[in-house]
């Protein structure tokens, strides 16, 4: 990491305090995880090109995804202040990820030239640039927050150029667009001969018919998977938080008065249609929110490891941890009654259709930790994430909680980072 003093120092930094800790306070190998953990997406992942902007792939798949590549950077954005490397990374990746949604805002996946590699057999064809074109409303709102946090962390305001103006007009624009998917959207996606159904829209690629309720249609979800319901609350959540960031932008880099009215006024309708149309009674936890609905009265009782999530709520942003809403959802997202919560002998958490049934996300125990404040809950599952690395000391995809050496993704950044991103968390308070 000498690349990036800034790094370094805090990987010192938090070591030191972890091997100054009272004994059982923390899993012994858990130093040794971090070193390996937290720098792993910048020992790995990143790559700044001759042109100035930044590609970084998801790990073991040659590709840039808008989430992954933001999630996995997002634990160096604090240091980015007093590390131009970081500087330049961060630059380059916002630039880059604008350029893409320019490209297409539709994409959720981009290759480093136009080699046309990817999934080359979706209708309609997407193009040479395009490495997968999954409408994922998340893929809208990472590089919002990621070219926002890096401004407030930094007061850098060379970023907002006119090519980052243009990204949040497109995005704004694309979001009007699906709120009203059924009536002025002219995306479908299909897979031809692909039996799965969660990778592929029904009814000629549209996806299954919603009712409009102010919330922005999704087709697929951060997993990746085809979506239920066209709502995905949780990704809804998240365009709510970074609405607001987009009118702040507006007003202060751009002066765009009408650009940030836009994202106030779609910002309020989406969080209506959340409390109106998202949020059911459940008869064991009382209020919760729904994973997805179609506005038409049905929902998808559900959370899945991948995040945005409905466990990830006060994490990105959308609520406080101490939100009544919330903890019924969460306590509910943490039961057998979520039919993608999974137990066994070294863990117990959140999984996903997108991997074997059975399987725990390590993901999705990070984001346990990150949005709890209970130390006991924050001690075993930094206890399951360091057992179950089946002796790799890096984190999987997915494993299997009986026998964690059985896992999916031997290399997978984002969950490197976010266990760098929760362990660095605990230390610091």
């Known amino acids: 990491m000498h690349h990036y003093p800034a790094v370094a120092t805090l990987i010192d930094d938090v070591t030191r305090k972890l091997e100054q800790s009272t004994p059982h306070q923390y899993p012994p190998q858990l130093c040794q995880m971090f070193k390996e953990c937290y720098p792993n997406t910048l020992a790995t992942t990143v790559d700044v090109l001759e042109d100035g902007t930044t590609f970084v792939v998801t790990g073991d798949i040659p590709a840039m995804w808008l989430r992954d590549s933001s999630a996995q950077v997002n634990p160096y954005l604090h240091l980015a202040k007093e590390d131009q490397a970081l500087q330049r990374l961060f630059c ?3 630039q880059r990820q604008a350029q893409c949604i320019l490209l297409d805002p539709y994409a959720n996946a981009f290759n480093r030239e136009p080699s046309g590699q990817g999934h080359t057999g979706d ?14 409303l998340d893929s809208l709102c990472y590089p919002v927050r990621l070219c926002y946090r890096y401004w407030q962390e930094t007061g850098d305001t060379g970023i907002f150029n006119e090519t980052l103006h243009a990204m949040l007009n497109k ?10 998917h059924e009536t002025r959207s002219g995306y479908t996606f299909e897979r031809p001969g692909m039996d799965l159904v969660t990778e592929t829209l029904q009814r000629q690629g549209r996806g299954t018919p919603t009712s409009y309720t102010g919330m922005v249609w999704s087709g697929f979800r951060p997993s990746d998977d085809a979506c239920t319901y066209g709502y995905l609350i949780p990704a809804n959540m998240f365009a709510v938080v970074v609405l607001g960031y987009v009118s702040e932008m507006a007003r202060s880099q751009y002066q765009d008065e009408a650009l940030a009215r836009e994202a106030e006024d779609l910002r309020q309708q989406i969080e ?7 949020v059911v009674e459940h008869p064991t936890y009382g209020s919760i929110y729904a994973y997805e609905t179609d506005g038409a009265g049905h929902h998808n009782l559900m959370d899945d490891a991948n995040v945005p999530s409905l466990l990830s709520a006060p994490y ?4 406080v941890i101490d939100d009544a809403l919330y903890q019924n959802t969460r306590r509910f997202v943490l039961s057998r009654d979520n039919p993608y919560y999974y137990e066994g002998e070294y863990a117990k958490g959140v999984g996903s259709p997108h ?3 059975g399987y725990i996300w390590p993901i999705a125990l990070s984001m346990a930790g990150l949005t709890t404040t209970d130390p006991e809950e924050q001690r075993e599952l930094l206890t399951m994430l360091v057992n179950t690395t089946a002796n790799t000391g890096l984190m999987h995809e997915s494993f299997d909680p009986d026998k964690p050496e059985h896992f999916t993704r031997p290399w997978f950044a984002w969950a490197n980072s976010l266990f760098g991103e929760l362990v660095q968390s605990l230390v610091a308070k």
Do not use: D, N
């Open 355 to 357: 991997t074997p049934a």
């Open 92 to 94: 380059g990746l916002i």
């Open 316 to 319: 990105l942003g959308y609520c």
């Open 171 to 180: 995005i704004i624009e694309i979001m009007r667009i699906e709120q009203h």
């Open 123 to 136: 209708l309609p064809p997407a193009g040479p640039w395009i490495w997968e074109r999954k409408f994922e």
């Open 272 to 278: 209506q249609g959340i409390e109106r149309y998202g």
